[in-house]
């Protein structure tokens, strides 16, 4: 496995959960890394990605925006999401992903990908 994703579970609507993903494998110079989502008989949809060099800018979808917080370790080749205000629509299996290319929303972007896990939001 290539990146190694980390930290779901389940948790009432409200709470918080911090995912962790850490690239062992992909071979090329990262430039971005995001995190994606999908929900059971939903496409898969962009969360947010961070740029791996420079100050980190970030971006996020309007579905999490002020409430998911992505950030980065370089020194450990890791990205996090913090996720706060959890709401049961939150519910998906997350992916993170790395990109050679850009910072961008477009799954095609990223070429080297997690095996997911599972966040499940209570109501």
């Known amino acids: 496995v290539q990146l190694q994703a980390s930290g779901g579970g389940l948790v009432q609507a409200g709470g918080s959960l911090r995912l962790s993903c850490e690239a062992s494998g992909c071979t090329f110079s990262t430039l971005a890394r995001g995190w994606f989502r999908q929900a059971p008989g939903k496409a898969r949809e962009f969360v947010a990605a961070?740029?791996?060099?420079?100050?980190?800018?970030?971006y996020y979808s309007d579905h999490v925006k002020g409430r998911f917080t992505i950030s980065r370790d370089s020194a450990k080749n890791t990205v996090y999401l913090q996720m706060d205000s959890l709401k049961p629509e939150d519910t998906a299996v997350y992916y993170c992903a790395a990109s050679n290319r850009k910072l961008s929303s477009s799954s095609s972007d990223y070429d080297c990908w997690g095996q997911g896990t599972l966040v499940t939001v209570s109501s």
């Open positions: 961070i740029n791996w060099g420079g100050a980190g800018a970030t």
